[in-house]
């Protein structure tokens, strides 16, 4: 009642928020929304409301509040709710006791309104709970039962408000169900909310009954222990830990095994399919030769051989196993005809527990018909053995239900290995199996065995004895005849208590005639007082024994003679459930909590899709249940990809909108046809995820729970399709049937559309919900609109269900993929997973050729498997690979991709692809690492045709991306052959099909145009010789009774081990790169045209790790080369006396550092490489050697013009500088007679001023002088004598180049002729020929004009008269080139043009040449030096004047010296370090560079958009110079606070070496002491020559004080300081940016040149990337954004993406400069250049879609929505469209509806996702 009451009120939500919205405007919201207010009856006077709204709103009721509730309302009544908070700890009790002072609250409140004048009380879910809400709305649930059953009846309404309707739903649903149910939801689990280590009681139920006498409790723990499984009592083995792929472990049990092993091995083997698993035990360490029995009980012989009996180890490993691992083993256990434990004891409890949760969903097969093993009808047989008579029961039993003598072991017994060993766990077991050989008029026979002398249970009257009785149609009781004769009285009373039964004597043991006759005697008394009830057979007749035949024939007459007197045939569920009503629920289930809630929780969902789908009296209420539960993939789903492929096959853009507008629709159409169902069984789902075990008996219940509602209906339908073919068969010889063959196929298709329509699984479920959440995360939606979980709810919940075990659809049949659901899984996997490699395995193969058996027997999974059609689509199961024992956290993981089965009849009610086989089979082959192929029999023509499309379609691929790796291995797995028959014929067929696929491969590489292909082994590796593997046949035993063959079993399992052997070297690195990948795999497959679509991000993404290691290897070479040559300029070039000295120095230089080069080749080689191999990347090695020789002699080049460079500087400096060591010595004797005079010390200091003043003026006469006015009188020189007089008269100009030239006295139309031409084009047009060209062809003088004061601003020297003449060279170049390309156009230069450009040109760099000299001087010239010196000669002068001690005159001459010495290297060194630390700070990669100027575009100025389109690399250059500049302060001080505290460190320890050194030797030389210091010193070098003024010292004779001066703290920092101060000065913010190294940073960055043809978006790759590479951009944007326009002249804003993928879409010639190079695109005259100019387009139109026509170097990926591919550019088109308009004058198309939704940080950060 309660949820039909629900749907009702979501129809009438929907209906009438849809009236509202449509009334105001607004598109109603597709997806149902909940409706408050919800009612629910509690009685039939008192009803609960749960509403959406404000309490203190609320009128005319009670409201129940605490004291913090403030309002004027006066209704009031205050209750004292708990505080969660303040019950901290949350213990146990601290949280039952909140829970029950909730509910003790609520129900005073409801009883003190009883006495109010109000009928209704109201009150709010948060203030109730205090933040605690899953908790909190259970227990207000509990407190509303309690209330109900004491209520006066006063009461009639209960109004819970509140404003949140997520938590409103939440409690609605919560409390519908306990309502309904008067119990907690199943869903709830208390002890989540305890957060301490609580000890919380485990729900055992003590029995307190006492263990069977003759098995004690220390022989079980014995044997667990042995077994290494006592832990694993409590902690029990899951599937997914049974199912681990083990490498440590082979793939059968060997003798050397120890028993802690064995438990693995026998799950391993059981999963696996292999039958004799089960009996295997290790071997004892006995002598095979068995002579020692004389000597067993000798006391020396003190080692006991421990033997354990196979059952003992199968019973203990059950024991341990979780219900679903018992529930995978026993329908492995069937497929393999080995009994199941059905009743046995608890090893902890010792209650009789059965096993009735692993026999749910356990099918029994009948003659292809499939039935439940607990809800079939059925007749149980017990087998049972009163004392230990001889015969063996379980041997005969096996003999029985196969009705052979040569039987299998179904039943263990004493022929089986180790069946003559004792048992333990054994014992007191009952066993079940059934035998299927019956007709389907009679019922399937269950057998039963009992593990234990009957007689013992029945003295007891244990639970055993109790629940056979009551549960047995028939007991079989075998009796030793001498027994009987000794027990008759006490077996006799056992015998009446059973109802049924068939005594079997053995008669093995001779008891004489007389006895015999006796006991004949006494069992028919008791037959006849008991009519009908016994049947008496023997072993023996007349004496003999009787034959095998013959016995069973008497037991299967005697058997079948008594089950025709049985009333009624029930299921085994029913008499289990009967016999627990009448006996006090004895029997019990293992985890019997969660296993029960689970089950509710099941029962409550199906009862919700009753109620969906609408219940009727009839039996197929759930036919088509399939459409009406899953509408949403049912429906749309194959909608969405039949319209993706009608997209991709457009030819024109309204077409491709259509069809983007369609897919958008159906997307939204998709949400609001959400089934209640699968709301539920989301939110049911999310819910359980902390409760592991119960979620998983949840799924498990409710598959259950499906197949029990659809088995009955299924059944009748499969079975009227066969009577159907039966008939179509009998009428095609039956001229007279009434019906047509046209009727008969048309009830056939109706039938198979049924069963399809109606065979509902839960995997159906889990696809709607995938599919369901695909189209929110594509819209960007609130799944809370839907009532459904948050994304990351149900993402995380999904990821948890794929680690334990269920299987996710990566594909359906219909070919469609929710990649944005699985790209949000698959990202979860990779947080919750340690993942180092994961491997994928496919298999392919036609329908019904056993791919799935084969996966199920390789890796014991479960895999849907029967003849015909089972798996659809492509469906994918994890498993983890690793040892068992292993720590190691990280695991490699294995992921079997199940194929559906190919050339399978097509579905005539769902939409799939015509060409669905070879796609399954290229998406299966293109995402397996290998590829398993199924060959049933000899049919391999199908296979080959279909391989034939796969190799074709590889190679595509590789031809797509040359990354690409082809060569993955491909396995022939051919079923049902021998290996000599393989051997004999089908080796010849494999050879013929080798060649033919070698035919294929070689015609489609030459098609493709791809070398060293020459192959299909080149494709797909497969050798006819050594990958071909017969498999013999599946089954094994007869028709009635089959196993699964141990030979298949182990044969499949060694091929298991050279598929992981094989896998060894593959692997992919995430979760994410393979949902990418799978993602590439199939939009590529999609696409029309596959060659041009396909990309591979993976490799992509790989390339780029690669591409950035290498970049950074090839850049810390560089850095370490550069600072090691500024070191060795510094050592040999910086204080040379003349130019020979300085090229002899030169030369040295330059064999060091190439030598360094050489040393360094190798050792970077070698990292990259193994940089490769670790990445599985070693197949670019040989891409990347020519690379890295390029890149080594590059900078072998740069080095030697930089070490050319610094020649030419320190010779400029030789002949502009006379500051010269003679010179400095003249000078220090005059200032030591000064001060050896007798004069004064003012007097003294007046003659040391006179003497400096001297000889500072005699210097700069004599050095090249930078004030006057020689540098303006050289450009001056380079006029001619009738330009001259221009240059002086534009001296005094103003402002920048550009300014003078444009301004008022700059450029005029009057220094320019035009031609006839130019003025008609100004007239068609309505163009000014000054502003139009002139202007914008000044910009590009003037930057080339900058850029060449910018090369001379960079040498380290004075800037002389040669560099004027060199610079005027250069710029009249420009200028030629400039005048004669206005020429062209028809526009003449007049003299006095040329005269103005020249003139500002000359003064502009002479001004800036100027300025360089002067900076120069100051920094590091001749007054630099003179500073420097004065500096020395005043401390020297000063000391000598105080009478100073000469160390401490050494000491300051040291200092001084060292200072010049450090800032000489450092500053040469600076700039390198700073690029290397801007690296850093900046984008170091060219696709995170244009990311980050895009973004800035996009934050900052959107106008700038053009200017960037213009000229991206010089718009990125000064983007990059604007954000180092805003660094630079402090990157500079961070960098010499760096260098100087690296430099204090290595002086200070220098410099205590040198103290020791003088307190060995006492007295040292100032050179023996300089090179103590040098040698120590290693951060910089030191020159000798650098400290002439300390050398002169020449030797201390007390060496020590000099060394203990040196290392006072001030003298260093002071020195430090000085130079920090200096290097600041020497390096500015500007020159930094301008130099070349900031330049050659950028350059590196930036890497190929190269702009897309169409929108000028530059090439993300590096320089120079190999031709095999092709240019691809970061995110192509609109052509029309450099003034692109469509043929209908329309400015459109698709990118080329987009327009590659039109079939009509085109350009003109004049689009890409007349690159293509036809004749229509070079007009005859002139014309086509003005039209460039103008933006007029010319030339012929090309198509995009043929673009690798003219640049096949470009690849640029096909998309029919640009918002796919370049999200940035759509929504920077939808956000600024205005401003675009405005810029573009014309028409331009409208913006699409989808790009306005995007959000700008989604758009910003789609810059940044690529290959991250």
Not at 473 to 487: A, G, R
Request: some cysteine; proline content about 3%; glycine content about 4%.
């Amino acid at each position: 009642m309660v949820l039909k009451q629900r749907v009702s009120g979501l129809t009438g939500a929907l209906l009438f928020i849809g009236l509202l919205l449509l009334r105001a405007g607004i598109e109603p919201n597709p997806g149902p929304k909940p409706e408050f207010p919800t009612m629910i009856a509690l009685t039939d006077k008192l009803k609960l409301t749960v509403k959406c709204g404000k309490l203190h709103e609320v009128q005319n009721a009670c409201l129940l509040v605490d004291n913090g509730f403030v309002t004027q309302n006066q209704n009031l009544l205050r209750v004292t709710f708990p505080v969660w908070d303040e019950y901290k700890p949350y213990s146990a009790i601290n949280v039952e006791t909140f829970g029950n002072n909730l509910k003790k609250a609520l129900v005073q409140g409801f009883t003190q309104c009883e006495e109010s004048p109000f009928s209704t009380v109201a009150f709010s879910p948060i203030l109730a709970g205090k933040s605690c809400q899953e908790l909190s709305e259970v227990y207000i649930g509990f407190g509303i039962l309690q209330f109900r059953k004491k209520t006066k009846g006063t009461l009639q309404e209960i109004q819970i408000v509140g404003e949140d309707e997520k938590i409103l739903f939440d409690i609605h649903h919560c409390l519908a169900y306990m309502v309904q149910s008067n119990t907690q939801p199943p869903w709830f689990d208390i002890s989540i909310f305890m957060t301490t280590d609580v000890a919380i009681a485990a729900n055992i139920k003590l029995t307190g009954r006492a263990r069977h006498s003759s098995i004690t409790a220390a022989e079980v723990k014995a044997v667990f222990e042995e077994l290494s499984l006592t832990e694993r009592l409590i902690n029990k083995i899951t599937l997914n830990e049974a199912l681990a792929i083990d490498t440590s472990k082979s793939e059968s049990p060997k003798s050397d095994r120890g028993l802690s092993n064995t438990p693995w091995a026998l799950l391993h083997e059981l999963l696996h399919g292999n039958w004799e698993g089960r009996d295997n035990v290790p071997d004892t360490q006995q002598d095979d030769m068995g002579d020692d029995w004389c000597e067993e009980n000798s006391e020396h012989d003190s080692q006991t051989v421990t033997e354990m009996s196979a059952m003992d180890i199968f019973m203990a490993t059950f024991h341990s196993c979780d219900g679903l691992l018992k529930q995978a083993l026993f329908k492995k256990m069937y497929l393999c005809k080995l009994a199941m434990p059905f009743l046995y004891h608890s090893v902890n409890t010792n209650a009789l527990q059965v096993s009735l949760w692993p026999l749910q969903q356990f099918r029994i097969s009948d003659d292809n018909l499939e039935r439940c093993a607990l809800t079939m009808k059925t007749n149980v047989i017990t087998f049972v053995r009163l004392g230990r008579p001889q015969f063996s029961k379980s041997l005969f039993l096996n003999r029985l239900i196969q009705n052979r003598n040569d039987a299998f072991s179904i039943f263990f017994n004493r022929e089986c290995k180790s069946g003559l060993l004792s048992r333990v766990l054994l014992k007191r077991v009952v066993e079940i199996f059934w035998d299927t050989s019956v007709n389907e008029i009679k019922p399937i026979r269950t057998y039963l065995n009992v593990r234990s002398d009957f007689v013992e249970e029945f003295n007891s009257q244990t639970d055993i004895w109790k629940c056979l009785i009551k549960t047995t149609d028939l007991f079989v009781v075998i009796i030793e005849l001498n027994e009987m004769v000794s027990n008759f009285e006490n077996y006799s009373k056992l015998l009446i208590e059973i109802p049924k039964c068939v005594i079997f004597f053995s008669e093995h043991n001779n008891i004489g005639k007389e006895t015999k006759s006796s006991i004949q005697e006494k069992i028919k008394k008791l037959r006849k007082s008991h009519e009908d009830k016994f049947k008496v057979i023997s072993t023996h007749e007349k004496g003999t024994e009787k034959e095998t035949e013959k016995l069973l024939k008497n037991m299967l007459s005697n058997i079948a003679e008594h089950l025709k007197t049985c009333q009624a045939v029930l299921t085994l569920e029913e008499r289990i459930n009967k016999f627990n009503e009448n006996n006090g629920h004895v029997l019990e289930e293992d985890e019997n909590e969660d296993l029960s809630l689970g089950k509710e929780l099941a029962k409550y969902l199906m009862s919700e899709m009753t109620t969906e789908i609408g219940q009727t009296k009839d039996k197929n209420s759930f036919q088509n249940c399939i459409s009406r539960l899953t509408p949403v993939s049912y429906f749309e789903s194959p909608k969405l990809i039949k319209t993706l492929r009608l997209q991709n096959q457009a030819v024109d853009r309204n077409e491709i909108e259509q069809h983007n507008n369609v897919i958008y629709n159906t997307r939204k159409e998709c949400l609001s046809n959400i089934s209640n169902s699968v709301r539920l069984l989301a939110k049911y789902l999310v819910n359980t995820r902390p409760l592991n075990m119960r979620q998983k008996y949840f799924i498990g219940w409710l598959r259950i729970l499906i197949e029990q509602k659809l088995s009955h209906f299924l059944c009748q339908k499969a079975k009227d399709k066969v009577k159907l073919l039966d008939t179509i068969a009998e009428s095609k010889n039956d001229h007279t049937s009434q019906t047509s063959d046209k009727e008969n196929k048309v009830r056939f298709s109706e039938l198979d559309g049924i069963i399809n329509l109606s065979s509902l699984t839960v995997e159906h479920l889990f696809r709607e919900i995938s599919h369901v959440y695909d189209s929110i995360i594509e819209l960007e939606e609130d799944p809370m609109k839907y009532r459904l979980p948050s994304i990351n709810d149900c993402v995380d919940t999904f990821s948890n269900l794929i680690i334990e075990g269920e299987t996710v659809e990566l594909m359906t049949e219909s070919f469609f993929m929710p990649r944005r659901w699985l790209q949000c899984v698959f990202k979860s996997l990779d947080g919750r997973l340690p993942v180092y490699k994961i491997k994928t395995i496919s298999v392919l193969g036609l329908q019904s050729s056993g791919k799935s058996t084969v996966f199920n027997t390789m890796f014991g999974v479960q895999f849907a498997v029967r003849s015909g059609r089972c798996t659809t689509g492509i469906q994918a199961r994890l498993l983890p690979v690793g040892q068992h024992n292993s720590d190691n956290e990280e695991s490699n993981y294995v992921m079997i991709l199940d194929t559906e089965g190919l050339r399978s009849p097509l579905l005539s009610d769902v939409w799939r692809p015509t060409s669905l086989d070879n796609e399954l089979a290229t998406f299966a082959t293109g995402l397996g690492n290998l590829s398993i192929i199924n060959v049933m029999g000899e049919k391999l023509a199908d296979m080959k045709d279909i391989l034939q499309i796969v190799i074709h379609a590889l190679i595509k691929i590789k031809s797509s991306q040359s990354r690409i790796a082809l060569g993955h291995k491909c396995f022939f797995i051919h079923h049902n052959v021998t290996v000599g028959f393989t051997d004999v014929y089908m080796k010849e067929v494999y050879r013929d099909f080798d060649s033919t696929l070698d035919s294929v491969a070689q015609e489609a590489v030459k098609n493709e145009g791809i070398p060293d292909i020459h192959n299909a082994k080149h494709v797909l590796k497969f050798d006819a010789g050594k990958d071909v593997h017969p498999v013999q046949n599946l089954w094994q035993g007869g028709h009635s009774l089959r196993r699964i063959s141990p030979d298949y079993s182990k044969r499949i399992l060694e091929l298991k081990d050279k598929v992981m052997t094989h896998l060894t070297d593959y692997g992919i690195k995430s979760f994410s790169d393979l949902s990418q990948l799978a993602f590439d795999v199939w939009d590529g497959i999609n696409s029309e045209k596959f060659i041009f679509t396909f990309r591979s991000s993976i490799e992509m993404k790989a390339y780029f790790q690669t591409e950035d290691h290498f970049k950074l290897l090839v850049r810390n070479n560089g850095f370490l080369v550069r600072d090691e040559h500024a070191n060795h300029c510094f050592k040999y070039m910086s204080d040379c006396q003349n130019e020979d000295e300085l090229k002899k120095n030169r030369q040295e230089v330059v064999s060091l550092i190439n030598a360094f080069i050489l040393r360094n080749t190798a050792e970077i080689k070698k990292e990259f490489i193994k940089f490769l191999e670790e990445n599985q990347m070693g197949k670019l090695d040989s891409l990347y050697i020519e690379r890295f020789e390029n890149e080594f002699q590059e900078l072998k080049r740069r080095t030697e013009n930089d070490t050319n460079r610094y020649f030419d500087e320190q010779l400029v400096k030789m002949e502009t500088s006379t500051i010269n060591s003679s010179r400095r010595d003249q000078l220090r004797d005059k200032t030591a007679e000064i001060v050896s005079s007798s004069k004064s010390k003012d007097e003294k200091k007046a003659e040391f001023d006179k003497i400096w003043s001297d000889f500072e003026n005699e210097i700069k006469a004599k050095t090249f002088s930078i004030q006057n006015d020689c540098l303006y009188n050289d450009f001056a020189g380079q006029f001619s004598q009738t330009c001259s007089a221009v240059f002086h008269q534009r001296k005094d100009g103003k402002g920048s180049f550009y300014e003078r030239l444009s301004g008022i006295n700059g450029i005029t139309k009057h220094d320019f002729n035009l031609s006839k031409t130019n003025y008609c084009t100004k007239l068609l047009f309505g163009k000014d020929f000054f502003h139009d060209i002139v202007y914008p062809w000044l910009r590009m003088i003037v930057g080339e004009f900058e850029s060449l004061i910018s090369n001379y601003k960079e040498k380290r020297r004075l800037l002389l008269k040669s560099d004027v003449v060199g610079f005027a060279e250069s710029f009249k170049q420009c200028h030629d080139q400039y005048v004669t390309d206005l020429k062209e156009i028809g526009i003449y230069a007049k003299p006095s043009f040329s005269s103005k450009l020249l003139a500002d040109g000359y003064h502009i760099a002479s001004g800036e040449f100027l300025d360089h000299n002067v900076k120069y001087d100051l920094n590091t010239g001749v007054t630099y030096q003179l500073k420097k010196y004065k500096q020395e000669m005043y401390a020297i002068f000063e000391e000598e004047l105080k009478d100073r001690y000469k160390e401490r005159t050494a000491c300051i001459l040291f200092f001084l010296e060292l200072e010049k010495c450090l800032k000489g290297v450092i500053e040469s060194k600076l700039p390198t370090s700073l690029c290397k630390r801007f690296l850093i700070l900046i984008p170091n990669t060219k696709r995170k560079l244009i990311a980050s100027v895009c973004e800035y575009i996009a934050t900052v100025d959107p106008c700038e958009v053009f200017e960037y389109t213009r000229d991206p690399k010089q718009f990125a250059l000064e983007w990059s110079k604007r954000n180092c500049l805003g660094l630079f302060d402090k990157t500079l001080e961070d960098e010499l606070e760096c260098h100087l505290t690296d430099i204090e460190k290595d002086i200070k320890n220098a410099l205590k070496h040198c103290e020791q050194q003088c307190k060995q030797h006492n007295e040292l030389s100032t050179n023996e002491w300089l090179e103590h210091f040098k040698n120590e010193f290693k951060n910089v070098p030191i020159d000798p020559k650098r400290f002439p003024g300390f050398l002169n010292r020449n030797k201390f004779k007390t060496a020590v004080p000099f060394a203990t001066t040196l290392l006072d703290e001030n003298q260093l920092k002071n020195m430090l300081s000085i130079l920090k101060d200096e290097l600041k000065r020497s390096v500015t913010d500007n020159d930094f940016t301008d130099s070349n190294d900031f330049r050659s940073m950028f350059d590196d960055i930036w890497g190929c040149p190269k702009l897309c043809p169409f929108c000028h978006e530059p090439c993300i790759k590096g320089k120079d990337h190999t031709p095999d590479s092709k240019h691809e951009c970061l995110q192509h944007k609109p052509p029309s954004f450099k003034g692109v326009r469509d043929k209908y002249k329309n400015y459109c804003f698709d990118v080329c993406n987009y327009e590659v993928g039109l079939r009509t879409s085109a350009y003109r010639c004049s689009d890409i400069n007349g690159a293509c190079g036809c004749t229509k695109s070079k007009l005859p005259d002139i014309f086509a250049i003005m039209f460039s100019f103008f933006g007029v387009q010319s030339g012929q139109f090309h198509l995009y879609n043929n673009y690798t026509e003219l640049f096949e170097d470009w690849d640029i990926k096909v998309s029919k929505a640009t918002e796919e591919c370049s999200r940035f550019w759509a929504w920077f088109s939808s956000h600024y469209y205005n401003e675009i308009c405005t810029h573009f004058d014309g028409k331009h198309e409208n913006i699409q509806e989808r790009w306005e939704k995007i959000s700008k940080d989604k758009a910003i950060a789609s810059l940044y996702e690529p290959f991250t």
